[in-house]
């Protein structure tokens, strides 16, 4: 018995290092288009690299942005600095409530805002989070927190990515990739804000959704809600304007402003702000920057309220 417990405790270990060292070799060498269940995405949309980066260097804001892409092209840091309010946006691609929560932990006690806003989007509390697992994982570093999230979102192409990400790491191979200021459209713009080029949204039609809010979503929600309270950090939580013609494609919003209302003070712009599709949106849930200076000056009145 114990010599099969040896043997198969070797066995275990042979297989563990061949498994690591294919990751190595297929996420090194292999095309793309082979590699679907590997996707390391350094240096990808989004700019989170650089975000990454700018973050470590800063000790004190006035306001902490967090949320999806609707947040890091939504917040301009240029706009609150006219008002004399110093800010950062720690948004990422597709942020779903896990990733947003791994970042608090990191990055919120170094940071110490003395406010909050929380861009809350229905889809991010509906898809898996895959996407911004991987977004995290290749662009900031790896400990037992991307191994949580990993095990949290349990799909494969998480834990390759983490392993490929994680052997990355040992070589140091962040230490000297250096991500452009302007790339396919964007520009990063300090304090963690991302400028695309001016574009306009021509409206289409959308088929009636329901929001269906995942209870794991929620409950990882509920934890970032308290790290934030326990801190005694003023927080706003606020539905970004997305086109109206995607927006009334939703049947059930008042459900979603109910759930927001009852953690902390919640602002739905999309009923209290009046834009126009074709005017003042790049596509059907991102805002141009002609609307981005409109919800901002919105926002900055409400908050001085």
Request: proline share 4%.
């Given at each position: ?155 494969i192409k998480t834990y390759n990515t983490l392993i490929y990400s994680f052997i990355q790491d040992l070589f140091h191979t962040k230490d000297s990739f250096y991500e452009s200021i302007q790339k396919k459209g964007d520009t990063y713009i300090k304090g963690g804000f991302v400028e695309a080029e001016m574009k306009y949204y021509i409206p289409t039609s959308f088929p009636p959704k329901k929001i269906i809010i995942d209870k794991k979503h929620l409950s990882f929600f509920e934890e970032i809600i308290h790290e934030i ?77």
């Amino acid at each position: 018995m114990r010599k099969f417990i040896t043997s198969f405790f070797i066995f275990v270990l042979f297989a563990l290092f061949l498994y690591v060292s294919s990751i190595f070799l297929w996420g090194t060498f292999a095309p793309t288009s082979l590699k679907p269940n590997l996707n390391y995405r350094i240096g990808s949309k989004g700019h989170l690299f650089s975000r990454i980066q700018e973050i470590k260097k800063i000790d004190s804001v006035d306001i902490l942005f967090l949320g999806s892409s609707h947040a890091y092209r939504g917040f301009d840091p240029r706009i609150f600095t006219s008002h004399k309010l110093k800010t950062f946006n720690l948004g990422s691609s597709s942020q779903t409530p896990i990733q947003t929560l791994l970042l608090l932990k990191r990055y919120l006690d170094n940071i110490k805002p003395k406010s909050i806003v929380y861009e809350v989007y229905p889809e991010t509390f509906m898809i898996d989070g895959i996407e911004s697992s991987l977004d995290i994982i290749a662009n900031d570093k790896n400990d037992e927190l991307s191994f949580k999230m990993a095990y949290h979102l349990n799909h494969i192409k998480t834990y390759n990515t983490l392993i490929y990400s994680f052997i990355q790491d040992l070589f140091h191979t962040k230490d000297s990739f250096y991500e452009s200021i302007q790339k396919k459209g964007d520009t990063y713009i300090k304090g963690g804000f991302v400028e695309a080029e001016m574009k306009y949204y021509i409206p289409t039609s959308f088929p009636p959704k329901k929001i269906i809010i995942d209870k794991k979503h929620l409950s990882f929600f509920e934890e970032i809600i308290h790290e934030i309270k326990k801190r005694n950090i003023p927080l706003t939580l606020v539905f970004a304007p997305v086109s109206a013609s995607f927006y009334t494609s939703y049947n059930n919003t008042n459900y979603f402003d109910r759930i927001m209302s009852s953690y902390a003070p919640y602002y739905n712009f999309n009923k209290t702000l009046k834009l126009e599709d074709s005017l003042h949106f790049s596509d059907y849930h991102h805002l141009n920057q002609t609307g981005v200076k409109l919800f901002n000056e919105a926002l900055i009145k409400l908050l001085n309220k």
